[in-house]
Each structure stands twice: as C-alpha cells, then as structure tokens.
C-alpha cells in the first residue's frame, strides 16, 4: 500500500503569491493533519480534517486553510505568501482522531520557498 | 499548557557509543509520548511511544520509558550505529479531544565510523 504522498515535493513563490498543496492519506484513513515545520525547529501543528470537517486548528492566521475532499484528501491553501511561510509543510493521516493509540503516519512533505 | 523541551544538539557520537536523548514535557492530565525520526530528505517515521506511565516503549534498540514523576520520557539505545544518524522528535498528544501533536525542536545525531 502505499504511504502518505504529498505534491508538490519542491516549489518556489514571491511574496504576497498563494500556493496549493495536495496530500492523499493511506488508504483506509479518514484524517488528515497539516504541519508546518520550519527550518531547524520541530513541527507545529496547522489543521486536522475528519470526514471532512475541520477537527483542530493550531496557532496561524487567517491566511492558511485547508480542506478535505469526500475521497479524504486535502488542501492546504496559504494566501499572501510571506517570508516567515518558507518552511517544510508536512501532511499526516490516521484511522481516528481520538487519541491513546493514536498513530500519525507522515508524508515527505512539500518544500515551500518564498523569495 | 502543552510542550516539550527537548535536548539542545546537536549531538555526535562514535559507532557503537551509548545514546541518551532527554525529553521532558508539560501537559494537562496525562498525555501521549513519542520519539519520531526524521532521516534527510525524508518525513517524520515514529519510532516508538508509551501511553501511560511506566510504559516502555521500543524500536530498533531504543527505548524510552514514560516517568510521570519526572515528566520525562528519555530516548536511550545501547550502542549507536552510523545508520542512526538523523533528527529526533520528541513529541505528546493529548488523550481527548483532537489528536494533534506538540513537538520538541528536535536532536540532530550524527554517528561517525
């Protein structure tokens, strides 16, 4: 089977552009966690979809969103690009969103470089 | 609320040489532990976790064991091998409610021949 896949793996953009990133979770999950990890630090937690609605939400502005489709992919969108968003953007599924034996799986991730 | 400090690296050690990675967390009620592994170029891999205290978790030669009287959960393994080299996470989640994950900054380890 396969893993988590996420695309783009590499992309560049200016400032003030949005970007798109896509990510397909193993087959059989119905949640989906978006991470931003920045250059020398630990992941922080952005978004959680189950069934397709929005679970969890972490400390970032207005400027990110996300979305779950009905076959459980996501989106993640980010408006007005900044410096600071250059980071590496990590998507993770698992089965449930409770917690216990909770086991995230991560994709490689999409590198988003903004000039 | 929820964090975890995590030991500043990065760290180097000789083949064969013992590993310790310390970990300590802050969280309301009792969480989640894990040790995630990230390779270069690659996303995170869990490599092990603990559940509730005294729990020990292992993988591969590493283990850690939840201390809640220490809020600690230390990465150790016997004897490093080159292959080891890589970013380690130490990381919580939280058992109600949304399953997220708070990560440490991570340890960078590089095993030299």
């Known amino acids: 089977d396969a893993g988590v896949t996420q695309s783009p793996t590499h992309l560049i953009k200016t400032r003030g552009q949005q970007v798109t990133l896509r990510c397909s979770p193993i087959?059989?999950?119905?949640?989906v966690s978006w991470y931003q990890q920045v250059l020398g630090q630990g992941p922080q937690f952005i978004f959680q979809?189950?069934?397709?609605?929005?679970?969890g939400r972490g400390n970032f502005p207005d400027r990110f969103s996300a979305r779950q489709f009905p076959n459980y992919s996501s989106e993640l969108n980010v408006n007005a690009l900044l410096l600071g968003d250059s980071a590496l953007y990590l998507c993770a599924s698992s089965s449930t969103v409770t917690s216990g034996a909770n086991v995230l799986t991560f994709g490689a991730g999409s590198r988003l470089t903004v000039l | 609320g929820n964090s975890v400090t995590q030991m500043e690296g990065p760290v180097t050690l000789s083949e064969e040489a013992f590993l310790t990675i310390n970990c300590t967390y802050t969280a309301t009620g009792y969480p989640s532990l894990f040790w995630y592994v990230q390779y270069p170029g690659e996303g995170l891999q869990l490599l092990l976790k603990?559940?509730?205290?005294?729990d020990k978790g292992s993988n591969k030669g590493f283990e850690a064991t939840y201390r809640k009287e220490t809020t600690s959960f230390h990465l150790e393994k016997g004897s490093v091998q080159v292959s080891d080299s890589a970013v380690y996470f130490c990381?919580?989640?939280?058992?109600?409610?949304?399953?997220?994950?708070?990560f440490g900054t991570g340890t960078r380890l590089t095993v030299i021949p």
């Open positions: 979809y189950y069934e397709k609605e929005e679970r």
């Open positions: 087959s059989g999950h119905k949640s």
């Open positions: 603990a559940t509730k205290a005294d």
């Open positions: 990381a919580l989640s939280r058992k109600t409610g949304a399953n997220n994950l708070f």
